[in-house]
């Protein structure tokens, strides 16, 4: 059975900055590094993206209960504290980190290559990140992921893209969730699939239920798995 319980201290992983230092230059070299480790080891990795409560652990575990008889799959998971996450996600019987940021509200670079020291890559196929609940500070912040995802869910309105541009840039693929509500929460998916693909033409959207599953496999296609 897979121990959902372990905890790597994200806030005790220091990040070594020297005056003068550019903070998302260091991130980015090091997501660099990130990759290129995975790669060689050829990990597919995704960094899930979004808003507290859009639904991406509920997504994930769709995604996982899909995916994990044909990849070998662990995932990480960013959250302040609590393990209530990863516990959700382990018990489909795969790999969970959770990765307890303290008081910050994105994962970076070097919290998630220490995480990576952690687990068997070369027993592994698809490593799949759940950021920290947040629609603004992950996107400056690439974690060396191959594709990043940002979830949005009909309940937080007609504005989430418009407002928080430079996430969607970030994302190769956005899903449009809790698709049960649009019609009580009076929200118009084509058009936030418009506002998208105006912020980021080449975005690939899948439109979701994370409750029944329904455009989990839309989803899956999108991401090329
Ligand atoms: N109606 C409906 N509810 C959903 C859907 N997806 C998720 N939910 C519910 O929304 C709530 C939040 O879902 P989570 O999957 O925990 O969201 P999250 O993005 O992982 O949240 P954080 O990790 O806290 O940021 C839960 O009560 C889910 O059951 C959906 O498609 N439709
Ligand atoms: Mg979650």
Excluded at 142 to 150: D, N
Excluded at 167 to 188: Q, S
């Amino acid at each position: 059975m897979t121990n959902t319980k372990e905890v790597l201290k994200g806030d005790e992983v220091t990040l070594d900055i020297e005056p003068g230092m550019n903070i998302l230059e260091v991130n980015k070299k090091l997501a660099q590094k990130n990759k290129d480790i995975l790669k060689e080891h050829n990990v597919q990795a995704i960094d899930i993206m979004g808003s507290i409560g859009a639904g991406k652990t509920s997504l994930i575990e769709k995604l996982v209960q899909k995916l994990k008889n044909k990849y070998r799959i662990a995932v990480f998971k960013g959250d302040l504290t609590t393990t209530i996450d990863a516990d959700r996600i382990g018990r489909h019987g795969v790999q969970v980190l959770t990765i307890n940021t303290g008081r910050e509200c994105h994962l970076d670079a070097n919290v998630v290559a220490r995480a990576m020291e952690r687990i068997s890559l070369k027993n592994l196929d698809l490593l799949i990140i759940e950021n920290v609940g947040n629609l603004i500070c992950p996107a400056e912040f690439p974690l060396g992921t191959e594709k990043r995802v940002v979830v949005i869910s009909v309940t937080e309105g007609p504005y989430m893209i418009l407002k928080h541009p430079f996430t969607f840039m970030t994302a190769d693929v956005m899903v449009i969730n809790k698709k049960d509500l649009a019609e009580t929460m009076k929200i118009d998916i084509k058009q936030l699939e418009k506002q998208a693909k105006e912020v980021k033409p080449d975005v690939k959207v899948a439109v979701t239920n994370a409750l029944t599953g329904e455009g989990v496999e839309e989803l899956i296609k999108v991401l090329e798995l």
